[in-house]
């Protein structure tokens, strides 16, 4: 064994420390992207009454809530919570599991958001909803480029992706040093009591948390194109799924780190984490493990879900996931994953991890 070898255990260890970021400069991060939070939903709330009533808040959502973020904690998933004076009522969409239509009942419903459908009925428009936060943040954009933070630092902001998919994606960059980034997915959202969890739909434990329903077309290659469809989402009932379970949320980083070293980029970290989800629903593995062997099991069930070209969403397991990667994509990323599991068995059983073998599974060099 060569004095720059580690031992499996010590290599995967070394790689968790390697992508682990101080407590202080995390909290510098978090200290930032409250203060651009704040100074955006104030901005919006000025220029639109109808905005700065109907919003009730931000709600962390993503890496960053679960506690498995890798690298830079630098983007930041925003649920953004809207209400109106009026009732909502979640209706499934037929044949279509996970999506629903938000029907509309109340004197003092947001016109601007209805489509009247040919049943009579008045639903929220996902089309209109979306254009109604373009058009508010477009408004808004000249007057958010001097953001002041701690430690004399000031931000920027521009708008990079306008919410034609789910998120109104917004850029911060530090003026002073532009290697300083922020990233902020802002997801318009309406938020539901537990017991109003639509009929039809698996149960979760929920401890009485709230769930929400965010704007997305449904997709597929035969997807009809449905302006008022919105998707399912309960971030909170999926991080009690992860709840004291470190070496399961050290493992989804481990997974992370491998995925962005073999540049699979269209295996979006949801994806990643829905397999961990559904294998601690199935009790698939103790999560008592270390995080090495761990990995090893993980590997071995994302390649069967690529294998199958099959990953279940979480809260609707008959939503297919893996709908937006290409059978390019799968059958790239299968190879890569087949050839990351022998490597990390190699380790495993020679107890041993060569700086060769941690830069091609992490892409992390240490000599």
């Known amino acids: 064994m060569s004095s720059y070898d580690f031992t499996f255990g010590g290599g995967i260890e070394f790689v968790l420390e390697n992508i682990s970021i101080p407590s202080s400069q995390r909290q510098s991060f978090n200290k930032d992207a409250e203060i651009i939070e704040n100074a955006f939903i104030r901005a919006i709330s000025r220029h639109d009454r109808t905005f700065a009533h109907a919003f009730r808040g931000l709600s962390l959502t993503g890496s960053n809530l679960d506690g498995s973020k890798i690298d830079l904690p630098d983007e930041f998933d925003m649920l953004t919570t809207m209400e109106f004076n009026c009732n909502l009522q979640p209706v499934p969409v037929a044949g279509h599991p996970g999506y629903i239509y938000l029907r509309v009942t109340g004197r003092n419903a947001p016109a601007h ?20 936060f373009r058009q508010n943040i477009g408004a808004i954009m000249e007057e958010l480029q001097n953001i002041p933070c701690g430690g004399h630092r000031t931000y920027a902001l521009k708008y990079m992706a306008h919410g034609y998919g789910v998120a109104h994606t ?21 938020e539901f009591q537990a017991h109003e969890w639509p009929q039809g739909l698996p149960q979760h434990k929920h401890q009485q948390r709230t769930w929400f329903a965010v704007p997305r077309a449904i997709r597929g290659k035969h997807a009809p194109k449905d302006p008022l469809t919105f998707m399912v989402c309960a971030p909170h009932w999926e991080r009690m799924v992860l709840e004291k379970k470190q070496n399961l949320k050290d493992t989804m980083r481990l997974m992370k780190c491998t995925r962005s070293a073999h540049h699979m980029n269209s295996l979006i970290s949801y994806m990643i984490k829905s397999v961990f989800l559904n294998c601690a629903e199935w009790r698939y593995t103790t999560w008592n493990q270390s995080p090495g062997r761990l990995l ?42 087949n050839r990351i599991t022998r490597t990390l068995i190699k380790c495993r059983d020679r107890d041993r991890m060569t700086p060769e073998q941690m830069e091609f599974l992490f892409g992390i060099s240490y000599e």
Request: charged share 25%; net charge positive; proline share 4%.
């Open 113 to 132: 958001l209805l489509h009247r459908a040919r049943s009579g009925f008045d639903y929220i428009s996902r089309d209109k909803l979306q254009a109604w």
């Open 170 to 190: 917004i850029m911060a960059v530090c003026r002073g040093d532009r290697k300083r980034k922020i990233y902020f997915d802002f997801v318009p959202a309406f």
């Open 296 to 337: 090893i099991r993980m590997c071995v069930r994302m390649i069967w879900c690529l294998t199958q070209r099959h990953l279940p969403f979480y809260l609707v397991p008959e939503l297919e996931l893996f709908e937006t990667l290409s059978d390019n994509q799968l059958s790239a990323y299968l190879r890569n994953f």
